[in-house]
């Protein structure tokens, strides 16, 4: 398993276990049954993330979602940077290294969730 797969599994089991992060997705979700990101890295390949509106809260799979709300392509120690606050987003974007095709506005409650998510973790 990889990083980024071993950081998501650590991210899905925080949703699973604190109501607070569970009522975080629901507003995310709002009034549509899920929402998906897909992540495309030239190490794993391409997966995806289902947000859902109730329990499992979050699932992830392999291969490539035909419609995903948002996709980021880069390397994943920069996906696993920016999702662990050690890399700026802006900056990725500025010097080419992600990709962000669909819906970015996306990016600010996955990145409200995983805050959350590290938070309580320490």
């Not at 974007?93 to 995983?114: F, R």
Request: charged residues 25%; without cysteine; proline residues 4%.
């Amino acid at each position: 398993m990889s990083q980024l797969q071993q950081f998501f599994e650590f991210l899905m089991s925080k949703v699973k276990e604190k109501e607070d992060l569970q009522n975080q997705v629901k507003a995310w979700v709002g009034r549509y049954d899920g929402k998906i990101l897909q992540v495309v890295t030239p190490d794993d390949g391409a997966q995806y993330i289902i947000m859902h509106k109730k329990a499992p809260w979050m699932s992830l799979h392999e291969g490539s979602y035909p419609s995903p709300d948002v996709t980021y392509k880069a390397k994943s120690e920069i996906l696993l940077g920016i999702f662990t606050g050690e890399v700026k987003f802006k900056d990725t974007m500025k010097n080419g290294s992600l990709e962000v095709i669909g819906n970015a506005h996306e990016s600010d409650p996955l990145a409200n969730l995983i805050l959350q998510a590290m938070m309580g973790a320490i």
